[in-house]
């Protein structure tokens, strides 16, 4: 298979420092671009801010990429000002790159496709599975305005492009506050050292329905697949680990894990970001009794968005039948991804 040069948008994220990492490992040159640079191994580190057009156009001039990964987006107080922004960003990137080595852009969204953006959140389909062929949900999303500016980039510019929909996804990360698997393992170490049950912050719905995930390692995989694969090419994929779930067992099977009593779950949610407003000092003395490396749990845990995942009233199931038919058979147990990730927080001292 032949390799190509990357560019990694967001390559301090879970999505983006996952995949930089892991096509670095498959033979690319890889290209890794934040605002603050990263120190990853064999990633070359690229500084910008995509805001600002002219910087952009100096941090990326005369870099020969032959394939863009994007993952990043900002988020702002509205979902119009959410449009405005995450699509200037986008267009200043392909704005800024020479058009003469581009071949493939990939972008990752998530899905919110289905299900609206925050403001209109479950305002869309509510029978599930989630399908690529579900028609956009009215409203301002900005992740449909990526994709609009992607589409119009690969037509001026004769590139192929994926559109990537991942639903929750975990896997290692450092200063990332969109990471569901962090957020779970500090708040089971504070319940741990506290003495507190382990209770579910979500809703009724949650807890009782069915679900599923995505494993950073695994998106990953399919985004390099569709990247290089020719028949999958301008395609959206679903993408989540195969199997399905109900937090009424995970929870169980992660508060097993870390030596908690469980809580039934409540008839109301208990949100995080309510249950946790107060624990700033705690987590200082956690951090310090155990020599952890990160002392300020706001850097970890973001409660707010684990909320959001867990309170919603609906479903959330992912088609991926149309990625399985284009080719790609990946496949990641929850349950393990999970489990996998707290092993690593703990060898990195980042939980007890």
Known sequence: MQKGTALVVGATGLTGGNLATYLVTKGWTVYGLSRGGTEQQ???????DLLDSEATRQALEGLPVSHVFYCTWVRRDTEKQ??????TMMRNLFDALSSDNLVHASLVTGTKQYLGSFETY??????????????????????????????EAAERHNFSWNVHRPHTVIGYARGNLMNMGTTIA???????????PFTFPGSQTQWNALTDMTDAGLLAQQIEWAATMPGAANQAFNTVNGDIFRWRRMWQEIGEYF???????????????????????????I????????????????????????????????DTTKSRDFGFDGFRETR???????ERLRAEKIIP
């Not at 956009?136 to 990526?146: C, E, I, S, T």
């Not at 990160?294 to 970890?300: I, Q, Y």
């Open 287 to 318: 951090a310090q009794k155990h020599d952890l490396v990160e002392p300020d749990v706001t850097r970890l845990a973001s409660w707010w968005h684990t909320d959001a995942d867990l309170g919603r009233e609906q479903e959330c199931v992912n």
């Open 122 to 151: 479950g305002s869309g389909r509510i029978e599930t599975p989630f399908r690529e062929s579900e028609p956009r949900v009215p409203g301002d999303n900005f992740y449909y305005a990526l994709e609009d500016v992607l589409f």
């Open 336 to 342: 393990g991804a999970f489990f996998n990730l707290f």
């Open 82 to 87: 959410n449009v405005e922004a995450n699509s």
């Open 42 to 48: 064999g990633v070359i580190s690229v500084s910008a």
């Open 259 to 285: 030596g908690l009593d469980v809580a039934p779950c409540p008839e109301t949610p208990e949100p995080l970001e309510s249950q946790m407003a107060d624990i700033d000092s705690t987590w200082r003395d």
């Open 186 to 196: 500090v708040y089971a170490s504070i319940c741990k050292a506290t003495g507190q």
